[in-house]
């Protein structure tokens, strides 16, 4: 049967610009996504922008613009940024759109009527930026215990969501779907916290007005964290597809998202879906956080890297492997020119990019343009296949269980055998010494060798490996024909320049 896979980013705040932590949480999707195609699963991959709330109709407010003018502006750019990146998104949503709007009214009605949510008062400590409410014992320091941020008091009437009664039935939950949360560590996070208690949520507002009204009272406005969650179903077509439950697309939906929404998408948002009948996810796998020369990014710092900036600078296959190849899925990394350039001259120019040119520019000078397919192999040959081979075959495993950086470490790994393998054997030794037929064996092995690698590296690097692919045709049984060009796919970076890179946002 045909493997299927939803898979999802956080929709992003429209509140700022886009930066290298977005273009990152959409990449890794981007990259799972393409390699799942690559292994013949059918994908549905989805991102958008979260645009309601207080926050953003505070920053419209402070440029000056309604709050939708605001956020058509900004969303805008997160979804221009997606073809700069190479993404291959099936849907992009916005909050702000009717049919999500009616997807959100829909979940509202099911848990009102299933028995879920009733009006009282709340009063509490509130932190802005992140639209939660604290008790006092939850704050750290008097701060807000997410990211250390000024809370304040407030009160309102509002419609409660009967969160308590999930406790047990979360628990049960994690516990008959062991891998319901990625990494086990946040898994370990979740349940201590669901343990320790769970009251109620506050799930409307009515302190402002941007945000989808709550149904039949319109003092209210819809919670943004159940408004944004329930983009998951808006992309799925709820509540049109009301059976989300035996949708094989449901069934197979994965959350990537950063470590600091966790909570909301693994206790919050399953249990609004076991309220409303609807089975959770299959999957919430939580990321770990970039940081900027070693710093937190922040505008105020001026340390935010634009993802724009770095394209066009390096490309998008460059970002896209840089950013995957240093960072060790679920752990923090730092961001830095250097490390950028390093890997991109070490791994792309030096070695990949260097040795197809190589193989290629030998096979259209010293054999016509093309090779046959060798009538035996050496015992060096075949160890030389199988090791390549091998290395590959790992690859699905290490992306299935998302340590995309030891991914890309086998394939550093395979190309660096085929650079041994050319130094081995020699072809241009070979072709000096007339021994012709075992210089077109060398550098036929050497060239389906590159295929291979090339086909595995395509979910990251997919601009570089069309252009390999065009190069190199092996739709005749047998015979590999090569179209030679001067330049690599990736030149390298001249690292004195590297002062003069401008890759900073600078709003
Ligand atoms: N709108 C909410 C998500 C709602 S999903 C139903 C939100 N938006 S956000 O724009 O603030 O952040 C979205 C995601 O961007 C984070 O979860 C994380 O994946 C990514 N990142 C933002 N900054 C980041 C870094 N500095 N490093 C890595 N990723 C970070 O939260």
């Not at 077509?237 to 197979?252: A, G, I, L, T």
Request: charged share 25%; net charge negative; hydrophobic share 40%.
């Amino acid at each position: 049967m045909e493997e299927i896979l939803y898979i999802t980013t956080p929709i992003y705040y429209v509140n700022a610009k886009p930066h290298i932590g977005h273009a990152y949480t959409t990449i890794v999707c981007d990259v799972f996504a393409r390699f799942n195609r690559m292994l013949g699963k059918r994908v549905k991959f989805v991102t958008g922008t979260d645009e309601h709330g207080k926050k953003i109709e505070q920053s419209a407010a402070r440029s000056g613009m309604t709050p939708q003018v605001f956020s058509d502006q900004v969303s805008q750019l997160f979804r221009e940024l997606l073809p700069i990146l190479n993404v291959s998104n099936d849907d992009f949503v916005r909050t702000t759109e009717n049919r999500h709007k009616v997807a959100v009214s829909h979940i509202w009605n099911t848990l009102h009527q299933n028995g879920y949510i009733y009006l009282g008062e709340y009063s509490g400590w509130y932190d802005i930026r992140n639209e939660a409410y604290f008790t006092e014992e939850e704050l750290v320091d008097g701060k807000s215990p997410l990211d250390g941020r000024e809370v304040v008091i407030m009160k309102e009437e509002c419609y409660f969501f009967k969160l308590s009664a999930f406790q047990n039935k979360l628990l049960e939950y994690y516990e008959s779907h062991k891998d319901f949360i990625f990494p086990e560590s946040k898994r370990n996070e979740v349940i201590s916290f669901v343990k320790s208690g769970l009251k109620d949520l506050a799930i409307s507002r009515t302190t402002f007005n941007w945000g989808i009204p709550v149904p039949h009272n319109d003092k209210h406005v819809i919670y943004v964290w159940m408004d944004a969650l329930a983009n998951y179903l808006t992309c799925n077509n709820y509540p049109e597809n009301q059976d989300q439950n035996n949708n094989e697309f449901w069934q197979n939906s994965l959350h990537f998202i950063g470590k600091e929404i966790v909570r909301f998408h693994a206790v919050y948002w399953p249990a609004f879906l076991m309220a409303a009948n609807i089975t959770p996810p299959r999957q919430i796998i939580a990321h770990g956080w970039w940081l900027s020369e070693g710093e937190k990014m922040s505008k105020s710092l001026g340390n935010v890297q634009d993802p724009v900036k770095l394209c066009n600078l390096f490309g998008s296959d460059a970002l896209r492997y840089f950013l995957l190849r240093e960072l060790s899925f679920g752990e923090d990394g730092n961001f830095t020119i250097e490390s950028f350039v390093t890997r991109y001259n070490g791994f792309l120019a030096n070695s990949y990019g260097n040795l197809c040119k190589r193989v290629i520019t030998l096979v259209d000078k010293y054999s016509n343009g093309f090779v046959i397919k060798p009538e035996k192999f050496s015992k060096t040959d075949k160890d030389f296949v199988q090791n390549i081979d091998l290395l590959l075959e790992k690859t699905i495993e290490l992306v299935e269980k998302y340590a995309f950086n030891r991914y890309l470490e086998k394939i550093e790994m395979a190309t660096s055998l085929a650079n041994q393998f050319i130094d081995q054997e020699k072809p241009w030794a070979l072709k000096e010494f007339n021994d012709i037929k075992r210089m077109q064996d060398v550098l036929y092995i050497l060239l389906e060798a590159i295929i291979k690698i090339t086909k595995f590296f395509d979910p990251v690097t997919p601009i570089a490996a069309s252009k390999i692919l065009h190069q190199i045709d092996n739709s005749v049984r047998d015979k590999i024909t090569v179209n030679s060009v001067d330049e690599s796919v990736f030149p390298r970076i001249d690292v004195t320049k590297i002062n003069e890179f401008d890759v900073y946002a600078k709003d």
